[in-house]
């Protein structure tokens, strides 16, 4: 059995997913955009939002479904994935606006039964070559626009020669995240990483482009149900080709 707040684990994060394997802990009720899939070789613990919870070996969350690790796990492998992305259809047929979705129509899974492998496969390694031109660049210049200050999606529509509305859609589409929330993914990483460097809080959420310390720590809450120091023991893994 983990601690409270146990998140010792190994993170790849890349356009439309997020991939954590390691020491998964509890976390408060929360919800985010993405499907998330949790499995592992020993029991943990899910909540929902109405209190139930139940002892599972996997599960399939779906996006912006209240929920909340109960009890964490030693060795797990926790992943993200933008509703959009195509792997997406294969784990969450049915979106539902409670946890219940995988009690009542059979989402509560054994590992290995939705083919795990290729879930993870599909996660982590987007096709970049079929991506728009002005797409594949505006990700490219997305972490350096984020070191400098505020990221706004018209000055970046300016920079690779497209109207707001047009890269709002292709990005949306292509990347598998709307504009806005791949950019919250981004200051998140670098926040973390920034917390895991023994930075402070406040020094974090200001190197990551948040407002504070408390702004950091809501949105942190909001898609983790955790708070940005109990990341800090993740380890990286830095994705290779981005220039």
């Not at 020993?42 to 070996?57: K, L």
């Not at 708070?227 to 800090?232: T, Y």
Request: charged share 15%; proline share 5%.
């Amino acid at each position: 059995m983990t601690g409270a707040n146990a998140w010792t684990a190994t993170m790849l994060l890349r356009p439309g997913s997020m991939v954590m394997t390691g020491e998964i802990g509890t976390t408060a009720l929360h919800a985010h955009h993405t499907v998330q899939v949790l499995t592992s070789e020993t029991a943990f613990r899910i909540g929902d939002v109405h209190g139930a919870t139940a002892s599972c070996r996997a599960v399939v969350i779906p996006p912006n479904t209240g929920h909340r690790v109960v009890e964490g796990v030693a060795a797990a492998t926790l992943i993200h994935v933008a509703p959009e992305a195509k792997v997406s259809a294969t784990l969450c047929p049915e979106y539902a606006d409670t946890v219940d979705v995988w009690v009542r129509h059979g989402a509560m899974l054994t590992p290995g039964s939705i083919g795990m492998s290729a879930i993870v496969a599909g996660a982590v390694e987007p096709d970049r070559s079929a991506w728009h031109p002005a797409v594949r660049r505006a990700w490219t210049e997305l972490p350096t626009l984020l070191a400098d200050g505020p990221v706004r999606l018209g000055d970046l529509a300016q920079r690779v020669h497209l109207s707001e509305s047009r890269l709002a859609h292709l990005f949306s589409t292509e990347v598998g995240l709307p504009f806005r929330a791949y950019v919250r993914w981004l200051r998140m990483q670098r926040a973390i990483r920034l917390v895991a460097a023994g930075r402070t809080l406040t020094e974090a959420a200001h190197g990551a482009g948040f407002a504070d310390s408390a702004h950091l720590n809501r949105v942190c809450h909001s898609m983790f149900g955790a708070a940005p120091s109990d990341f800090g023991k993740l380890r990286w893994v830095d994705e290779p080709g981005r220039s």
